[in-house]
């Protein structure tokens, strides 16, 4: 059975929708987001990942549980219908409960602009203070990234515009 795809406009009103769609078929949405973001990082190995992710988590979250894992994930965004992803895991050893935090990103931002990169690693990192997407939640994401909203939105934009039709 083949996966759906994830609908990457969800929640745009439906004239949004539609005009994004028309600059997708016309070849001009993923140029206009290129031009706005020409660079790429060098954030390609789970052990460079996990660095980068450490690094905001010290600045922004040091309070916070440690993190467990933090890798890449070619099964995301198949399995779990989502771009990067963020799980508790609880072990039994011995008598003692063991929890950690997980935070797992989709492999295709490997390729895509660091500002998208940013955006999905400050969202899965703030689910380690806040389980739900509340009003709470989005005030840490745009704490920890003042352009969280616009870098979602245009990440949205750009996946949009290569996903095969």
């Not at 949004?16 to 020409?38: I, N, S």
């Not at 492999?107 to 739900?132: G, Q």
Request: proline share 5%; hydrophobic share 35%.
């Amino acid at each position: 059975m083949k996966p759906t795809p994830i609908d990457y406009l969800g929640g745009f009103p439906d004239d949004v929708r539609a005009a994004v769609a028309a600059l997708r078929d016309q070849g001009v949405l993923l140029e206009r987001l290129r031009r706005h973001y020409p660079s790429t990082h060098d954030v390609r190995t789970d052990a460079a990942l996990r660095t980068y992710v450490q690094e905001l988590k010290r600045s922004y979250l040091r309070s916070s549980r440690p993190l467990g894992k933090v890798r890449y994930s070619d099964r995301i965004g198949a399995l779990h219908n989502a771009l990067g992803l963020h799980t508790y895991a609880v072990r039994v050893q011995g008598r003692k409960l063991k929890r950690k935090h997980e935070l797992r990103v989709s492999s295709l931002f490997k390729e895509l602009p660091p500002e998208f990169l940013r955006a999905v690693v400050v969202h899965e990192l703030a689910h380690l203070r806040h389980k739900d997407h509340d009003k709470a939640f989005y005030r840490l994401c745009v704490h920890m990234e003042p352009e969280y909203h616009r870098y979602d939105r245009d990440m949205r934009l750009w996946l949009f515009a290569t996903q095969s039709r």
